[in-house]
């Protein structure tokens, strides 16, 4: 069973970075595995804010993040992870990756609706404020 754990979330300032990590466990994270960052903020609905493919080639990005968040992964060190720079207090919220099971796939879906994710990670909480 695939078992994910987020880490790198804190309190920043606005228009700081943080890198958030995605620790798989259980399975490789491999080509098998389209993987999402997704995040909730209270009394909102979760959204999915980026993905990527398996194999890295595939890269999706809401608007809201578009240009200021990186993701990316190393998939030998079973990792994923999620570059935020120029953060807004609006970024705020817990954030969630999860993984979906779509092997070799060149493309990748954050949409909750679309892929099956079937592994979610806790989440770890990011706040931005001065």
């Known amino acids: 069973q695939l078992q994910l754990v987020e880490s790198g979330g804190g309190l920043v300032q606005p228009g700081g970075s943080l890198r958030l990590s995605c620790k798989a466990s259980g399975y490789t994270l491999d080509h098998n595995y389209n993987m999402a960052w997704f995040r909730q903020a209270p009394g909102k609905e979760r959204e999915g804010i980026s993905c990527?493919?398996?194999?890295?080639?595939?890269?999706n990005y809401a608007d809201s993040v578009k240009d200021r968040f990186t993701i990316s992964r190393n998939n030998t060190r079973n990792t994923v992870y999620l570059q935020m720079n120029s953060l807004k207090p609006e970024d705020s919220a817990v954030y969630f990756c999860a993984a979906d099971w779509d092997p070799w796939s060149p493309t990748c879906t954050m949409n909750p609706d679309k892929g099956q994710f079937n592994s979610w990670g806790q989440g770890t909480q990011v706040t931005v404020s001065s």
């Open positions: 990527i493919s398996g194999r890295g080639g595939g890269l």
